[in-house]
C-alpha cells in the first residue's frame, strides 16, 4: 500500500515538472521573439540621451537661445521706460535728455542705421492697416494691436541720457561747440551730456535706471552699495571736470588747444613731439611709451586714459619695449573707463591710498601704477551715459546685430578722442587709424613690423571712418603723411 502510494507522488511529481518544464519553454520562447524588437529601441533611447547629454556640456541649450537673440536684433518691445525724464529731473541740476533717432546718422555711409529694428516692425505696420472682410456678413473692424507699439530701439540701445549743466570753461569764438551745428553732426551732439560721473550722481534712481545697462555702458552688474562706497571718493569738482586747472593752463587763452594722441604706428618718424607738447592738455592711453620717442609723440601727458584690463594688459604685453606703467607728473590726470566693477575698486583704492580690497587686483598697491603721491584729485571716471552715447550716436556698428552687442563697445582711443572732443575748443589728433594703415606697424614704438590687429569688441575700420569725418568737417585735425 505504502508503495503504491509512493508511485503515485512520484507520478505527481514528474507531472509537476513537466506542466513547470512547458511554461518555461513557451516563456523563453516568447522573449526571444520580442527580444531583438525590445533591444533594437533601447539602443536608440540611450543614444539620443547621451546626444542630449554631450550637447549640453558643450552648449548649454539656455545660452544657444541667447546666441540667437544676440546674432539677430530683438523684437519690438511693447514696453516704454517709466517716466526716465522725469524721474532724472528730481536731482537739482541734473536732467535726462533724449532726442530722436532720426537726427542720427551712422559714421560710415555703407554702415546701415541699426536704431530701426527690423523684426518685428514690418508685420506691426501691417496689422495696423489691415481689414478683413467676409462675403458672408458685415464688413469687420480694422483688428487693433493687444498692445500699443513700442519704441524701434531694441531695449539695450537706451538712446536716453542724464544731462550735467556744466558751463564752458572758455568763450572761444571758434571751438566746436559753436561749430558742431552747422555740421552733419549737430543732430547727434549733446552739449550737455556727462562726460564724467561723479560722487554726487549715485542715485537710487540713477542707479536703477542705469543697472539695465551691461559693461561700460551702465552699472549693470554692480551693486548700490559698492557704487556708492566707490565713487563717494569722487566728491570734489576736480572730479566732475576734465579741464580741472585751466586756470594753470591758459596763459590768457581764450581758447582750450588739444593733443589727443594714439598709439599708431604713423607717428614713427614723424617729429610731431615739440608739435604735441605746444597744446594746453596732451591726451594719452594705454601702452604710451614716452621714453626714447619723444622727439615723435612728445613727452607731456595731462590725461591718460585706461580701463583696468587695459592697464594690465598693457604693462604684460609692452613691457619688452620699454612700457612700466601710466606716465607720472604733477600735471597728469587718471581717467578710468569703467568696463567692469574692478575699476571701482583700484579707483577707490588709488584715491584711498590702500590695497584693493577683492576682485582680479585684490592686495594690489595702487601706487605702482600712478605713484605715491596720486589724490583723489587727480582721478576721474567716464560716464556710463557718454559711453553708450558715444556708441549709439557716433560708432553704432554692425556689431550691435551680432551676438558680441554686449561686449562691444568704442576703443579706449576712440573714447578718449571724443572725450576731448566734447571738452576742448580745439583737438588735434595723432596716431589714430588712416586709410593707408597698412603702411604703418600696429604702434610707433614696434621694434618689426606688425599689422593692425582687430578685435570683435571695437570696430576700428568705423573708428577711422570717423575720423576722416570729423577731419573734413573742421572739427578735429587729423595727422596724415601727405
Known amino acids: 500500500m505504502s508503495s503504491m502510494t509512493g508511485m503515485a507522488l512520484q507520478k505527481r511529481l514528474l507531472l509537476g515538472l513537466l506542466v513547470v518544464s512547458s511554461v518555461l519553454f513557451v516563456y523563453v520562447l516568447c522573449v526571444n521573439v520580442e527580444g531583438p524588437l525590445s533591444w533594437s529601441i533601447m539602443p536608440l533611447r540611450f543614444s539620443q540621451v547621451l546626444r542630449s547629454d554631450s550637447q549640453d556640456s558643450e552648449e548649454p541649450l539656455d545660452r544657444q537661445i541667447n546666441s540667437d537673440q544676440r546674432t539677430h536684433p530683438p523684437p519690438v518691445s511693447t514696453r516704454t521706460v517709466p517716466h526716465e525724464h522725469t524721474r532724472a529731473t528730481h536731482t537739482p541740476t541734473l536732467k535726462t535728455q533724449t532726442s530722436t533717432a532720426a537726427g542720427h546718422k551712422p559714421a560710415e555711409e555703407k554702415v546701415p542705421d541699426?536704431?530701426?529694428?527690423?523684426?518685428?516692425?514690418?508685420?506691426?505696420?501691417?496689422?495696423?492697416?489691415?481689414?478683413?472682410?467676409?462675403t458672408k456678413g458685415p464688413t469687420m473692424q480694422p483688428r487693433r494691436p493687444t498692445q500699443a507699439p513700442g519704441p524701434t530701439e531694441p531695449p539695450f540701445i537706451g538712446d536716453t541720457y542724464m544731462s550735467d549743466n556744466v558751463p564752458p570753461q572758455t568763450d572761444c569764438p571758434d571751438g566746436i561747440r559753436s561749430r558742431v551745428a552747422k555740421t552733419d553732426f549737430g543732430g547727434?551732439?549733446?552739449?550737455?551730456?556727462?562726460?564724467?560721473?561723479?560722487?554726487?550722481?549715485?542715485?537710487?534712481e540713477q542707479h536703477q535706471r542705469l543697472s539695465k545697462y551691461p559693461g561700460a555702458h551702465g552699472w549693470g552688474g554692480i551693486d548700490y552699495k559698492t557704487l556708492v562706497e566707490t565713487l563717494s571718493v569722487l566728491n570734489s569738482s576736480a572730479n566732475r571736470q576734465m579741464l580741472d586747472d585751466w586756470e594753470n593752463h591758459s596763459n590768457g587763452s581764450e581758447c582750450i588747444r588739444c593733443a589727443v594722441v594714439g598709439n599708431g604706428g604713423i607717428l614713427k618718424d614723424s617729429k610731431k613731439g615739440?608739435?604735441?607738447?605746444?597744446?594746453?592738455?596732451?591726451?594719452?592711453?594705454n601702452g604710451a611709451i614716452i621714453k626714447g620717442f619723444e622727439q615723435d609723440v612728445g613727452s607731456?601727458?595731462?590725461?591718460?586714459?585706461?580701463?583696468?584690463?587695459?592697464?594690465?594688459?598693457?604693462?604684460?604685453?609692452?613691457?619688452?619695449?620699454?612700457?612700466?606703467?601710466?606716465?607720472?607728473?604733477?600735471?597728469?590726470r587718471y581717467i578710468f573707463l569703467p568696463d567692469h566693477d574692478r575699476d571701482y575698486l583700484l579707483m577707490k583704492a588709488a584715491a584711498t591710498h590702500t590695497p584693493v580690497e577683492r576682485g582680479n587686483e585684490r592686495g594690489k598697491d595702487p601706487s605702482k601704477y600712478f605713484g605715491k603721491d596720486v589724490s583723489a584729485r587727480k582721478l576721474k571716471m567716464y560716464h556710463p551715459d557718454f559711453i553708450r552715447?558715444?556708441?549709439?550716436?557716433?560708432?553704432?556698428?554692425k556689431a550691435l546685430k551680432t551676438k558680441y552687442k554686449d561686449i562691444y563697445r568704442p576703443s579706449t582711443g576712440a573714447t578718449m578722442l571724443l572725450a576731448a572732443l566734447h571738452t576742448c575748443d580745439q583737438v588735434s589728433a595723432y596716431g589714430f587709424m588712416t586709410p593707408d594703415y597698412k603702411n604703418y606697424s600696429d604702434h610707433y614704438y614696434d621694434r618689426s613690423y606688425h599689422s593692425v590687429g582687430f578685435f570683435i569688441n571695437h570696430d576700428l575700420r568705423m573708428e577711422m571712418t570717423l575720423w576722416q569725418q570729423l577731419h573734413q568737417a573742421g572739427l578735429i585735425q587729423l595727422y596724415m603723411h601727405k
Do not use: C
Not at 536704431?115 to 496689422?127: F, I, P, R, T
Not at 562726460?195 to 537710487?204: C, D, F, I, K
Not at 552715447?389 to 556698428?397: A, I, P, Q
Open 114 to 134: 541699426v536704431s530701426k529694428s527690423s523684426s518685428g516692425s514690418d508685420a506691426v505696420d501691417k496689422a495696423k492697416t489691415r481689414t478683413r472682410t467676409s
Open 188 to 204: 547727434r551732439f549733446l552739449k550737455n551730456i556727462p562726460v564724467l560721473q561723479w560722487a554726487n550722481h549715485t542715485t537710487r
Open 274 to 285: 615739440k608739435e604735441i607738447d605746444g597744446h594746453d592738455y596732451v591726451f594719452r592711453t
Open 300 to 332: 607731456r601727458t595731462t590725461h591718460y586714459t585706461f580701463s583696468t584690463n587695459t592697464l594690465m594688459n598693457s604693462m604684460r604685453s609692452y613691457a619688452g619695449v620699454g612700457y612700466k606703467g601710466p606716465p607720472l607728473s604733477e600735471e597728469t
Open 389 to 397: 552715447y558715444l556708441r549709439n550716436r557716433f560708432l553704432r556698428s
